[in-house]
C-alpha cells in the first residue's frame, strides 16, 4: 500500500472510532451554554458554540453517527431492490422467451 492509502485508511478509522466513542468523549451535545454563544474555539470547545451555545464538536460527532449508520443502510437498500429489479426481469424474459420458442 502506498503511504497515502494509509494515511487516509488511519484518518477514517479515527473518524469513525470519535463517531462510535462520541456519547462517552461528547457530553455537551444536548447542553446549552447559554453565557458564551458564538465562542471561538478554546481548549472547552474546540471547535466553539453555535449562536444558541451549543458545542460544535459534540453535535459534528453525533451527525456524523447518523451518517456512518445511514451510508450502509442505503446502499444495502439499493443493492436489494436491483438485485429484486434484476431477477424479476431475469424471469420475466425468460418465460418470454419460452412462449414464444412453443
Known sequence: MRPS?????????ALFLAAILSGMTAQNQSMQFRQIPGARPSSAFPLGTDELGRDRLARLLFATRISLLLAPASALAATLLAALVGGVAAISAASGTAALCA
Open 5 to 13: 492509502q494509509i494515511l487516509a485508511i488511519a484518518v477514517l478509522a
